[in-house]
């Protein structure tokens, strides 16, 4: 009798803990699934306060750190002591290390930019100002975590050109590749930040592209929106070392292209980063025109113009691999020219992965895995290409 009580007791609870089990399953799971969001999306302090609409835009003034920011349609400023830099996580979420003003005024410019044995690389291009979507499509694919930090270990992320323009979320978009750059290196990763037309166009004061709300930062500030990035502001000095020209194992990178007529110049890629960086930026118009080399890298057989991969009257396969075989290259990858989708021509010779992420509906990024390349979609799947 006592023995059988004490099964019927086992069985009992063997029956309890088999049903609690499964019964909290399912909730864990839940918990654990990372595309249960939307709830997610505003766990990140990063730039998540409503009354902050612009900024902070960072300037070295006179042996000061100044920073200003619209805060409920008002200039706000601060003068930066002692390194002191807790306002911008207080304003904008985020740390700013103080040794990164250092950094940035010390760091060299590498004209040569060439890496090899990247195993896991992810492209996006023309993302022009839509950082919701930026943000989506990082991280669906694994590239940054809820916190927007980086977790794509010793990956490589380049961010092929056009941040700039159009739409009404620049700064952030600025910041955070800024910030994960630094968050890359420390993890053996790396994030290229290219020039596009259109940071060439800021830049160079043509401010024909700038969302309104940015014109109206710049009024508050009583200036011109190209001044927020002048050589005196910390992203502007950082884009200024910027390159044009990328090549990452067997894939060269450029905003546009490179066409046949670069080629005949006989332009090397160091050459090219070069021009743009001390002779095209901050540089007049006229005396860029003067030069016909600079003339033409700016112009629109340039490359962050060139649209002849995509035109009615194409570059022919021929073409193509005579630009392969002078950068040494198996594949040229560009932005610039707006597609539904990441295209490929001449199998793969030529990657466009300009997918309209400007428009602000869906986009795409390129995924580089396993010696493949997919289109990574924003709801998080993968096409092979
Ligand atoms: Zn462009």
């Given at each position: 009798?006592?023995?059988?009580?004490?099964?019927?007791?086992?069985?009992?609870?063997?029956?309890?803990?088999?049903?609690?089990?499964?019964?909290?399953?399912?909730?864990?799971?839940?918990?654990d699934n990372i595309n249960s969001e939307p709830s997610e999306k505003f766990e990140s302090t990063f730039f998540n306060k409503k009354s902050i609409t612009d900024g902070p835009y960072i300037f070295y003034e006179n042996d000061e750190i100044l920073v200003k920011w619209i805060q409920n349609n008002h200039l706000k400023e601060k003068v930066i002591h002692e390194n002191n830099?807790?306002?911008?996580?207080?304003?904008?979420?985020?740390?700013?290390?103080?040794?990164?003003?250092?950094?940035?005024?010390?760091?060299?410019?590498?004209?040569?930019?060439?890496?090899?044995?990247?195993?896991?690389?992810?492209?996006?291009?023309?993302?022009?100002?839509?950082?919701?979507?930026?943000?989506?499509?990082?991280?669906?694919?694994?590239?940054?975590?809820?916190?927007?930090?980086?977790?794509?270990?010793?990956?490589?992320?380049?961010?092929?050109?056009?941040?700039?323009?159009?739409?009404?979320?620049?700064?952030?978009?600025?910041?955070?590749?800024?910030?994960?750059?630094?968050?890359?290196?420390?993890?053996?990763?790396?994030?290229?930040?290219?020039?596009?037309?259109?940071?060439?166009?800021?830049?160079?004061?043509?401010?024909?592209?700038?969302?309104?709300?940015?014109?109206?930062?710049?009024?508050?500030?009583?200036?011109?929106?190209?001044?927020?990035?002048?050589?005196?502001?910390?992203?502007?000095?950082?884009?200024?070392?910027?390159?044009?020209?990328?090549?990452?194992?067997?894939?060269?990178?450029?905003?546009?292209?490179?066409?046949?007529?670069?080629?005949?110049?006989?332009?090397?890629?160091?050459?090219?980063?070069?021009?743009?960086?001390?002779?095209?930026?901050?540089?007049?118009?006229?005396?860029?025109?003067?030069?016909?080399?600079?003339?033409?890298?700016?112009?629109?057989?340039?490359?962050?113009?060139?649209?002849?991969?995509?035109?009615?009257?194409?570059?022919?396969?021929?073409?193509?691999?005579?630009?392969?075989?002078?950068?040494?290259?198996?594949?040229?990858?560009?932005?610039?020219?707006?597609?539904?989708?990441?295209?490929?021509?001449?199998?793969?010779?030529?990657?466009?992965?300009?997918?309209?992420?400007?428009?602000?509906?869906?986009?795409?990024?390129?995924?580089?895995k396993n010696n493949e390349f997919y289109r990574g979609t924003s709801n998080g799947a993968l096409i092979k290409l």
């Amino acid at each position: 009798m006592k023995n059988f009580i004490s099964r019927y007791i086992y069985t009992i609870l063997a029956f309890v803990f088999i049903f609690s089990s499964l019964s909290f399953k399912p909730l864990s799971n839940k918990d654990d699934n990372i595309n249960s969001e939307p709830s997610e999306k505003f766990e990140s302090t990063f730039f998540n306060k409503k009354s902050i609409t612009d900024g902070p835009y960072i300037f070295y003034e006179n042996d000061e750190i100044l920073v200003k920011w619209i805060q409920n349609n008002h200039l706000k400023e601060k003068v930066i002591h002692e390194n002191n830099f807790k306002i911008i996580n207080r304003k904008f979420g985020f740390d700013f290390e103080p040794n990164w003003i250092v950094q940035n005024n010390t760091d060299s410019i590498n004209y040569i930019q060439n890496y090899t044995g990247v195993e896991n690389l992810i492209a996006v291009s023309d993302v022009h100002g839509q950082y919701n979507l930026l943000i989506k499509l990082l991280r669906k694919h694994k590239v940054i975590d809820k916190h927007y930090n980086w977790i794509f270990d010793k990956g490589h992320l380049v961010i092929l050109g056009d941040v700039f323009d159009r739409g009404s979320k620049v700064t952030e978009i600025l910041w955070l590749i800024y910030r994960l750059e630094q968050q890359a290196k420390e993890k053996g990763g790396m994030v290229h930040v290219m020039l596009g037309n259109h940071e060439l166009m800021v830049l160079n004061n043509d401010l024909r592209y700038v969302h309104e709300k940015y014109t109206q930062s710049a009024n508050l500030m009583s200036t011109t929106f190209n001044q927020l990035y002048s050589s005196n502001s910390f992203l502007g000095k950082w884009l200024r070392k910027k390159p044009v020209l990328v090549k990452i194992n067997d894939m060269q990178f450029v905003h546009a292209g490179v066409s046949p007529k670069i080629v005949r110049y006989g332009f090397t890629q160091s050459e090219i980063n070069e021009c743009f960086i001390n002779k095209i930026i901050d540089k007049s118009k006229k005396s860029v025109l003067a030069d016909s080399s600079l003339a033409l890298l700016r112009g629109k057989d340039g490359p962050v113009w060139y649209r002849g991969y995509f035109s009615e009257s194409k570059i022919t396969e021929q073409e193509v691999n005579g630009l392969l075989n002078y950068f040494d290259a198996k594949h040229i990858i560009v932005g610039h020219t707006s597609m539904p989708n990441i295209v490929s021509y001449y199998d793969k010779k030529i990657i466009g992965i300009d997918s309209s992420i400007k428009n602000g509906d869906s986009g795409e990024i390129l995924i580089f895995k396993n010696n493949e390349f997919y289109r990574g979609t924003s709801n998080g799947a993968l096409i092979k290409l």
